[in-house]
Nanobody, 123 residues
Framework: VQLQAYGGGLVQAGGSLRLSCRASGNVLSLHVMGWYRQAPGKQRELVAAMLGNSNNNTNITDSVKGRFTISRNNPKTAVYLQMNNLQPEDTAAYYC????????????????WGQGTLVTVSS
């Protein structure tokens, strides 16, 4: 499975960005699609994730609730992160992440990371 993430950039506080991550590969089941972020000098943290096949089963970290929205397309080949009212503390490299069962003999469970896309929020 390959992940390609894009959409980061420089924005002023209060602005918006939309991150996209496209997944390609041979997947039997999709367990998690989501976004993590890592600010300089800090550990990588979960931002938002969609769990299982339901588009209503989401996990969003408290610090971004009400500002960030996670969604995905119907074939579940892409996941998006709409980020509104961005603040300087949101500055980080954002990574998309998937947890899948891959099509193989036998099928295999694995997780994959996309390359980081940098979000910089100026005050």
């Amino acid at each position: 499975v390959q992940l390609q993430a894009y959409g980061g950039g420089l924005v002023q506080a209060g602005g918006s960005l939309r991150l996209s991550c496209r997944a390609s590969g041979n997947v039997l089941s999709l367990h998690v699609m989501g976004w993590y972020r890592q600010a300089p000098g800090k550990q990588r943290e979960l931002v938002a994730a969609m769990l299982g096949n339901s588009n209503n089963n989401t996990n969003i970290t408290d610090s971004v609730k009400g500002r960030f929205t996670i969604s995905r397309n119907n074939p579940k080949t892409a996941v998006y992160l709409q980020m509104n009212n961005l603040q300087p503390e949101d500055t980080a490299a954002y990574y998309c992440y998937v947890d899948v069962t891959g099509r193989g003999t036998p099928p295999f469970r694995a997780n994959y990371w996309g390359q980081g896309t940098l979000v910089t929020v100026s005050s």
